[in-house]
């Protein structure tokens, strides 16, 4: 079994509990009123040179720990202190040491877009990830049926939720631009192997009309990796392991906005 079908079967046992409370937790997604555009975010800054997306990611069945010690409010303190777009939380307790609060707690400290993002595979997901206080919410190509991907969306867009739509390769491309998802994701990592390759990016971008905001996604490290993938026709990145690891974060997330290297 690869580690996407092992993530996806231990995630069906693991939100049992939350499809129990899927009535109440759609009174509580409806009873929002505030949220912020992940979209219109990431346009803004791409007009600048990149959108970027700073992950809080603790641990990662690739990486391993990463950062078991940070607390992902003052992490995401310094996100919004070095301009980023927005700011991603990783929710997944079991693979990616994450919590549902933490989210929720970073929220309310930054003034930026929040993402959760998770292996979502229910519509009782993506209304907790509203009552959380989520802005937007990824939803994987490859852990989807295209009919569950299209129901997802529209679920996310009743509970004014933006969606990331992540892809990996053409397939994948193809299926997500026959739905209505406005942001893009490129995964250079994939799912199933856990390898990395940023021409991932180069090969699937050209798919995208020019009508959706390309985020590309994972093994980007350094200013020079954001000027390739920006040359490609990305608009944004989502920057995790990076940003935890980086000893002084401003400088890192400035290179990287910028999409040139230094």
């Not at 603790?58 to 010690?69: E, L, Q, V, Y």
Request: hydrophobic share 45%; charged share 30%.
């Amino acid at each position: 079994m690869d580690k996407l079908r092992e993530i996806i079967a231990h995630k069906k046992q693991e939100i049992a509990p939350v499809v129990a409370r899927a009535s109440a937790l759609r009174d509580e997604a409806s009873a929002r009123s505030e949220f912020r555009s992940l979209e219109a975010a990431l346009r803004r800054d791409a007009e600048m040179g990149l959108g970027l997306i700073a992950e809080v990611k603790k641990a990662s069945p690739s990486a391993g720990a990463i950062a078991t010690d940070v607390d992902p409010v003052a992490q995401a303190k310094r996100y919004a202190e070095a301009g980023a777009s927005a700011v991603s939380v990783l929710t997944d307790r079991q693979f990616f040491n994450g919590r549902l609060d933490h989210l929720t707690r970073v929220r309310k400290a930054v003034p930026l877009p929040v993402l959760r993002k998770d292996f979502i595979i229910h519509e009782a997901q993506i209304h907790e990830a509203a009552a959380a206080g989520a802005d937007a919410v990824l939803l994987i190509v490859a852990a989807l049926e295209q009919e569950e991907l299209l129901d997802l969306i529209k679920t996310a867009n009743e509970s004014h939720l933006d969606v990331l739509v992540e892809v990996h390769d053409e397939a994948e491309m193809r299926r997500a631009l026959a739905t209505e998802a406005r942001i893009i994701g490129i995964n250079n990592r994939s799912l199933h192997t856990f390898e990395v390759d940023l021409e991932t990016t180069k090969r699937l971008t050209p798919m995208v009309d020019g009508g959706r905001v390309v985020v590309s996604e994972s093994g980007i490290k350094t200013p020079a990796d954001a000027e390739l993938v920006k040359g490609w026709g990305a608009k944004a990145l989502l920057v995790g392991e990076a940003l935890m690891r980086a000893p002084n974060v401003e400088e890192l997330a400035a290179g990287l906005m910028c999409g040139v290297a230094g």
